[in-house]
């Protein structure tokens, strides 16, 4: 089953946005998680990509996610770049979104011992910008307590 939302014409940067992954992240800032959709075969491509890998095609539409879907698989990072020491022990997941789509993400507000596959979470946004790359918008997966 799909369950996205099209937009259409309701807002003017969205059409006028470029499929590029620096369109992704500014669209992360609206608190939007928006795919690009291949206009030929259909297929969605998350965060974007120039170019159709199934038919080649470079037409796409945005198509904005709901962001909610099936943790499928994760790991608890114990030790990390210097950057992230700080914030071990910290989640990694793969979320398969409703939409078809797997997406990996940070799991926040979670405790490591209760996390397990089958999980229902959903997309949340940090839209602070931080002073260390990487300088933009992010998104991250919480526990998605009504679906649940
Ligand atoms: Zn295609």
Redesign the pocket.
Known sequence: MRRYTFLRGDNNMLEDSPFTIESFYKFLGERKLMATK??????LFLPPRPM??????T?FNWVKLEGKGELISYTVIHFSTEQFQSKTPYIIGIVKLNAGLNLPGIIRDMNPKQIRVGMNLLVDFDTSIPLQWPQWPRYFFKLDTLSS
């Open positions: 291949c206009c030929k075969c259909e297929t159709c890998t199934k038919c080649l095609s037409n």
